[in-house]
């Protein structure tokens, strides 16, 4: 039997450093890569860096909207990503940020991390912002199927500030309550949950209190929104289990050249091996 998420997460990054690398298709991208704006050129980009970054990555995460933005086509092209990924010795993280009313989020369930998924993804990011509870039935299938999930807990993103800061009730801020929701999914599983939550590297140190969260942490905007090492050490500390610093454009500016892609992606693994725990 197939180990679950966290279990192969925890394995992979022990293998192969904590970077998450995102292939994300942006079309000035395509272009610097010397590439057409269409379906073919986003193919060729798109397995190009899958094959390099799935080769030395532990995890990968292809941002499903630049591939819609080419239709049909574009969605095929993600479906081979996945494969290559896969075949290259990655985990893949689908970002396809999913959320809505429970009976809704069944389908995106049985389209992303079930049992027989259309996509043969690891884990997928989705957003508790219908209400965590809306996607209860997601985590269970996502689980039972072996593959893990990624909920929006602290964004990136400076327009997010005001919403998951806000204070509930209960005094803790909405970010607090996605991130504790997410430990209650994980509660003695190791070397952790199947349950990640993201949080972006550019939030202030102490917004978030990950200690009890015993799941994998994926940290956007690290490298092009900003974020450095220093960030991600005031932010999360050193030896946070499951930390995936993830970066997308500051890898891929160093393509087409699969053996400069390689070395900048590498180049950031060692970088990040401090930020590591022991046996991580
Ligand atoms: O879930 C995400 O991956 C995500 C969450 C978040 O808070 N901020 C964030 O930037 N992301 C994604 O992470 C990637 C960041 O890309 P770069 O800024 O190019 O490294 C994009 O695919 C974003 O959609």
Known sequence: ????????????????????????????????????????????????????????????????AFFEAFGSAGVAVLERVVDVAHDAGALVLLDVKRGDIGSTMAAYTAAYVAEKAAFTADAATVSPYLGFGALDAAVAAAREAGNGLFVLARTSNPEADALQRARLEDGRTVAQSVVDAAADHNAGAEPYGDVGVVVGATVAPGEVDLSRLNGPVLAPGFGAQGATEADLRAVFGEGLPGLLPASSRDLLRHGPDPAALRRAAQEVNGRLAGLRGKGQ
Do not use: N
């Not at 039997?1 to 995102?22: H, I």
């Not at 986003?42 to 990968?60: K, M, P, Q």
């Open 1 to 64: 039997m197939t180990a679950r998420f966290g279990a192969r997460l925890a394995g992979a990054v022990a293998a192969r450093g904590s970077l998450c690398a995102g292939i994300d298709p942006h079309p000035g991208l395509i272009e610097a890569w010397g590439l057409p704006l269409d379906a073919s050129g986003l193919e060729r980009f798109a397995l190009s860096a899958a094959e390099t970054l799935g080769e030395v990555a532990a995890i990968v995460k292809p941002q499903s």
